[in-house]
């Protein structure tokens, strides 16, 4: 299973995941999103409850796709985060995969232009 299959499974379960990133640091994390950013990057959308050997680093990361090494999920739950606002378009220019945000509200995933066939552009998993 891919990284971005394990992630979306802890996002659609609510479950906390443990993400190996390829710096040789480990993270837990709440997952919330994949997308392409601004500079036209893959990038999870995540909050950061803890990284190992390591304390009071907890918030919002937006980490490229190609900073993940590997991740697990874990069988600890989460509640989305209030300020967790998947309808930003600024910032989550194209969204491939987002869980509802605290009120209940989703955005859709995105879908590419029909010329672009890039791999960046297309929805996770």
Request: aromatic share 10%.
């Amino acid at each position: 299973m891919s990284e971005e299959s394990v992630f979306m499974e802890g996002g659609n379960k609510h479950l906390l995941c443990e993400v190996d990133l390829r710096g040789g640091n480990v993270v837990t994390v709440e997952p919330y999103a994949i997308y392409t950013s601004t500079k036209k990057r893959r990038v999870y959308l995540w909050y950061q409850v803890s990284r190992a050997g390591a304390q009071g680093e907890n918030g919002w990361r937006n980490i490229e796709a190609s900073e993940v090494k590997a991740v697990k999920v874990l069988e600890r739950p989460y509640t989305a985060r209030k300020d967790y606002n998947p309808m930003d378009k600024t910032t989550y220019v194209m969204m491939h995969y987002s869980i509802p945000a605290a009120d209940g509200r989703k955005r859709d995933v995105d879908l590419a232009p029909s010329w672009d066939k890039s791999i960046h552009n297309r929805p996770a998993g």
